[in-house]
Structures are given as structure tokens and as C-alpha cells.
């Protein structure tokens, strides 16, 4: 018994023994992944107060087949996740978008969407607004057979829709903003809050049409902060009537000094 166990770790040694060369070590050597990714921030359109309401997302770019789509079908499946705690939480913000399957192409600017069910006059605006915040990709989505553009929901639409900046984002003096309006006389105002909730700059802003014609605005407020702090933009109508506030939204930004 003692001579076959010794000839039984003899045949142990050797077999754990041989060439190095042909047997390796052991370890495992794997081919290191260089694939960059590139990411891509989007605007989803969500409602607040059953008006479009625009939220930033960052996507992976298309690549592809899908690259001549670009980021339109990133952003229509952030669109059908739903919204995120904050976004519900924080901003009230709602969705009339199902989870449900869906069937999407983009053809020459022409996105066709095929969801099943059917879909409110609210999730047909959320969904042309998400998929043509590019014009130069897509420029009108065709729903359920019927061809749709932004100017089909004006009443989902609010009078100020700001789509730059968007809420939590880092902005630095001066505020550059943009988007559409629809207002008396094409004006409005705004003010910029800091931390404290006070008012550290205001003033209007006129876009390029208004009293039922929707026109494009931008802007660039300079103001003051020391260090960085949160605070917002707000943007209202003053009523023509009584100069109270109308349509108010504040916007929750990170203000840079």
C-alpha cells in the first residue's frame, strides 16, 4: 500500500510538472474591449399640466443601420420606459405613452410609428415631439396612417415651451435659452431665481410670432452667483387684463459663478 501511493504522487508531480511552454500557467489572458462608446444627450417630451414638457436623456449614438436614424429611435424607447422617480416626483410630470409594443422605421424625414392600442391625442404629441426635435432627420411621423407635424398640437402645447435649458441642467452666465411661444403679442417674461428663491435677473421676450401663431425665441440673460447653487428659470405671460401671471413654469437649473 505505502509503495502504490508513492508511485501514485510520483505520477501527480509529473503530470503537474511538464513543459511550461505546451501545459501554459494557468491564466486566462482575454482580448481587452477599445469599443468607444459615444453618448448623445436627447429631449424626451413628457406633459406637465397635459402640455409637452421636455426632460434631457443621454443615449448611446446610433450606429449601424440604425445610423441614418441618428438618435430618433434612442429616443422613442427612452420615451416608452416611462419617466424616472425624479421626473414624476420632483417635476409632476406625467405620460400618456403606453408600454406597449411598438413597430418604428424612418424613410427619407418620415418616421412611421405602429403602437398597439390605441393612443390619446396627448401620447400622438409626445411622440411627434420626441421624434422631431431634429428636422434635418425627421420632420413629420406618421401615426396609425395619418402624417402628423408639431403644428397639429398646438393645444397640447404650452404658450412658453422652453427647450433649452432644461430642468437640472448646469448653466453659467448668461442663460442662453430657446424654444417656441404662442402669446399675446408674441411676449413674455421670465426671471431668473437663485437658491434662495430670490429674483436675480429678469426681463421678456419676444419671439418671431404670436396671438395664435407660434414663433421661435431665444435669449441670454447675464447673471450673478458666487459658486455654484441651484436655482431656475421661470417663464409666464402677463394677462392682458389685470397684468397677473398666466401659464407659469418654473424650470429647476444648477446656476454656475
Known amino acids: 500500500m505505502k509503495r502504490a501511493l508513492l508511485v501514485l504522487v510520483a505520477v501527480l508531480l509529473v503530470s503537474g510538472c511538464g513543459d511550461g511552454d505546451a501545459t501554459g500557467t494557468g491564466e486566462t489572458t482575454t482580448e481587452e474591449d477599445t469599443t468607444e462608446v459615444t453618448m448623445r444627450a436627447v429631449n424626451v417630451y413628457f406633459l406637465r399640466d397635459g402640455k ?9 449614438e446610433s450606429v449601424g443601420p440604425l ?20 421626473e414624476e416626483s420632483e417635476l409632476d410630470l406625467t405620460t400618456a405613452v403606453p408600454e406597449a409594443d411598438h413597430e418604428s422605421s424612418i424613410d427619407a424625414g418620415v418616421a412611421t410609428v405602429e403602437f398597439d392600442g390605441e393612443l390619446t391625442a396627448e401620447a400622438r404629441a409626445q411622440i411627434v415631439f420626441t421624434l422631431t426635435q431634429d428636422p434635418q432627420e425627421v420632420t413629420s411621423v406618421e401615426i396609425d396612417g395619418q402624417s402628423y407635424t408639431r403644428a397639429d398640437f398646438e393645444e397640447q402645447t404650452p404658450s412658453v415651451l422652453v427647450e433649452s435649458p432644461l ?39 419676444t419671439a418671431t410670432s404670436g396671438s395664435g401663431m407660434r414663433g421661435t425665441f431665444s435669449f441670454a440673460q447675464p447673471f450673478v452667483v458666487e459658486g455654484a447653487e441651484a436655482g431656475s428659470l421661470v417663464v409666464f405671460e402677463l394677462s392682458a387684463e389685470d397684468g397677473s401671471r398666466m401659464n407659469e413654469v418654473e424650470i429647476p437649473l444648477e446656476l454656475q459663478g
Open 167 to 205: 430642468a437640472y441642467d448646469e448653466v453659467s452666465s448668461p442663460l442662453n435659452a430657446r424654444g417656441t411661444a404662442n402669446t399675446f403679442e408674441a411676449t413674455f417674461s421670465f426671471e431668473i431665481k437663485d437658491s434662495e428663491g430670490e429674483v436675480i435677473a429678469s426681463d421678456f421676450a
Open 67 to 86: 445610423e441614418m436614424a441618428g438618435f430618433a429611435h434612442a429616443a422613442l424607447a427612452e420615451l416608452t420606459s416611462g419617466l424616472s422617480d425624479d
Open 52 to 60: 409637452v414638457w421636455p426632460v434631457s436623456r443621454d443615449v448611446v
